[in-house]
C-alpha cells in the first residue's frame, strides 16, 4: 500500500491519498521510490481467521492531484489515456503520433475554456512534470507526452489570449524563416 501526501502541506493537517500497488511495477520504473518495507506473511489465529496485515510506505511528493494518471500510466504505458485522464476534453487518438493534430486540439480547448481554467489544467501537467522528476522516471514515451501536452496548453493559452498564432505554429514559422536558402 502506498500512502501519499503532498510535500506543501502542514505536517499535522495533511490529506493522505492510499493506493494500492506493486511495489515491483514501481521499482522497475522509478529511480528515486524508496523501498517497500518487507510483506509480512499471513498469520492465522486460533478460531481460524486470517489477519492481514498490508505494509504501507508513507511517501510526500509535489503534486498528488497529478499522481493517480501517473500511477495509470505506469502500469498500461498508454500516452492516450495519460492525456484523457489529465486534460479536460479527450484528445484526438492520433496527438501523439500527428504533430498537426497540436494545433487543433489546442484550439478546440481554446475555444472552450476560459483562460482561468486553462491555467488550472496545464498546473496538473506541470504537477505531472514535477512528480516525474521527483521519482526521477526515465521513460520517452512519458517524456514525449508531457512534452506534447505542454505545447497543447501553451497553444490553447496563446490563441485565448488573442494572439495570431498558436505559439507552436509561431516557433515552427520562426524556425523556417531562420534557414538561410540555399545558394544556387
Given at each position: 500500500?502506498?500512502?501519499?501526501t503532498?510535500?506543501?502541506?502542514?505536517?499535522?493537517?495533511?490529506?493522505?491519498?492510499?493506493?494500492?500497488?506493486?511495489?515491483?511495477?514501481?521499482?522497475?520504473?522509478?529511480?528515486?521510490?524508496?523501498?517497500?518495507?518487507?510483506?509480512?506473511?499471513?498469520?492465522?489465529?486460533?478460531q481460524?481467521?486470517?489477519?492481514?496485515?498490508?505494509?504501507?510506505?508513507?511517501?510526500?511528493?509535489?503534486?498528488?492531484?497529478?499522481?493517480?494518471?501517473?500511477?495509470?500510466?505506469?502500469?498500461?504505458?498508454?500516452p492516450?489515456?495519460?492525456?484523457?485522464?489529465?486534460?479536460?476534453?479527450?484528445?484526438?487518438?492520433?496527438?501523439?503520433?500527428?504533430?498537426?493534430?497540436?494545433?487543433?486540439?489546442?484550439?478546440?480547448?481554446?475555444?472552450?475554456f476560459?483562460?482561468?481554467?486553462?491555467?488550472?489544467?496545464?498546473?496538473?501537467?506541470?504537477?505531472?512534470?514535477?512528480?516525474?522528476?521527483?521519482?526521477?522516471?526515465?521513460?520517452?514515451?512519458?517524456?514525449?507526452?508531457?512534452?506534447?501536452?505542454?505545447?497543447?496548453?501553451?497553444s490553447?493559452?496563446t490563441?485565448?489570449?488573442?494572439?495570431?498564432?498558436?505559439?507552436?505554429?509561431?516557433?515552427?514559422?520562426?524556425?523556417?524563416?531562420?534557414?538561410?536558402?540555399?545558394?544556387?
Open positions: 500500500m502506498l500512502a501519499v503532498n510535500m506543501q502541506q502542514p505536517t499535522n493537517r495533511r490529506k493522505v491519498n492510499l493506493y494500492p500497488v506493486h511495489s515491483l511495477v514501481l521499482a522497475a520504473q522509478c529511480a528515486k521510490m524508496p523501498s517497500f518495507p518487507p510483506t509480512p506473511t499471513i498469520s492465522t489465529d486460533q481460524t481467521h486470517q489477519v492481514i496485515k498490508l505494509p504501507v510506505l508513507f511517501i510526500t511528493i509535489p503534486h498528488p492531484e497529478s499522481f493517480t494518471a501517473l500511477l495509470v500510466y505506469l502500469y498500461c504505458k498508454d492516450v489515456k495519460l492525456a484523457k485522464d489529465l486534460m479536460p476534453l479527450p484528445p484526438p487518438m492520433t496527438l501523439f503520433e500527428d504533430s498537426s493534430q497540436v494545433v487543433q486540439y489546442a484550439t478546440n480547448l481554446a475555444m472552450t476560459t483562460d482561468g481554467a486553462l491555467l488550472r489544467f496545464a498546473s496538473l501537467i506541470h504537477g505531472l512534470w514535477r512528480n516525474v522528476c521527483a521519482f526521477s522516471i526515465d521513460n520517452d514515451t512519458l517524456w514525449t507526452a508531457i512534452d506534447t501536452l505542454w505545447e497543447v496548453f501553451i490553447a493559452l490563441m485565448s489570449t488573442g494572439q495570431r498564432q498558436p505559439a507552436l505554429a509561431q516557433s515552427q514559422q520562426q524556425a523556417e524563416d531562420s534557414i538561410p536558402p540555399i545558394a544556387p
